[in-house]
């Protein structure tokens, strides 16, 4: 019987250790990690602010390999008339 709780004991307490370890965890290294998929935030780039429409003619001219700006402007133009 006393081998018995030993060998539970011997198993249970290294997991419910682990269970603690990411409390530990400076936040400075997790900072560190979550800045390599930040965007640069250029602020060059626009939205195109498609409607669904709009977004599925987009995806039907990538399909038969229309150039992307071309397209845009086809359909946002489309889209003033």
Sequence with gaps: ??????VTLATLIPYTALA????????????SKS??????????EEGLDLDLGEMFE???AADKGED??????RIKSKDED
């Design 1 to 6: 019987m006393k081998l018995a709780i030993r």
């Design 20 to 31: 603690f370890v990411p409390a530990f965890i400076p936040r400075s290294s997790i900072s």
């Design 35 to 44: 800045r390599v998929f930040q965007e640069s935030g250029d602020g060059d």
């Design 58 to 60: 987009m995806f039907d």
């Design 68 to 73: 992307f700006e071309k397209a845009a402007e």
